[in-house]
């Protein structure tokens, strides 16, 4: 591979920097080299559920201050695809306030008769009688998005289900598949490089799924770094058609990284 210096750093947010509101060691380090050195950098997330000003007060009071316009989520994403599909289309939304503030903000009604779209997102609350709605909109005619594919995520205590375990239950239901936005699409990765006019050749994707992280940047031309204190378990990486660029054990293996390339393992 021919390197070239990394002026762009792409990270995922949870089991990169924090599980939930824990930090992780080495993410408080990490952000500040980041804005230290001058380069230009996003944290990503398929989480929907919080807006960028919401994410960076709950990871502020983890330690780690990154700026609310350096932060990229699935809603935000999938709120510009919509708006570039169908502009000022309707929408019945099963989702929080990340997504329903994403979706107003860019000219969405939200609706329950007859929408363009049925948006599926994330949420701790999912309630039958939505699910139910979201089922039969969808039966009628209605297109099915959802924000990200995740079955599950981390937590300091545990999996936690996702948006892809909700969304294949209504696919179920209703023999439809949604078209996902978040990672791995690469509509996702660019998104986020347009929104910083960066370039492929000169971005890292940092992560912590082989399954969506590393294998959006890797098809979207990226550097990739995948740390195991997320989903992907070491043992699980050779499980894996394609490898990512670097392996380290976590975010604190990075710092001393920023502002130098990153180089293909072994």
Known sequence: MT???????????????????????????FIDALKASGLS????????????????ARLLGSGIDVPENAIWTSALA?????????????????????LTTAMHDVGYVMTDRDPD???????????????TRAIRLIAAGARFIATNPDPSGPSQHGLLPATGSVAALISTATGRTPYFIGKPNPL?????????????ESTVMVGDRMDTDIISGLEAGLRTVLVTTGSTRPEQIETFPY???????????????VGTDVEPQD
């Not at 997330?45 to 960076?56: A, E, G, K, M, V």
């Open 117 to 131: 779209y049925v948006v599926l997102g994330e949420t701790r609350t999912y309630s039958f009688e939505a699910i």
């Open 41 to 56: 950098f996003l944290v990503l997330t398929n989480n929907s559920i919080y807006t960028p000003r919401d994410l960076r």
């Open 243 to 257: 490898r990512p660029t670097q392996v380290v054990d976590s975010i604190a293996d990075l710092v001393a990284l």
């Open 188 to 200: 996702m990765m660019r998104s986020a490089l347009n929104r910083l006019d960066a370039h492929s």
């Open 78 to 98: 999938t709120a510009q695809f919509l708006a570039e599909q169908r502009p000022h289309g309707t929408a019945y939304v099963v989702g929080e306030a990340g």
């Open 3 to 29: 390197t070239r210096d990394i002026t762009t750093w792409l990270t995922d947010m949870d089991g990169v920097l924090v599980h939930e509101e824990v930090p992780i060691p080495g993410a408080t380090e």
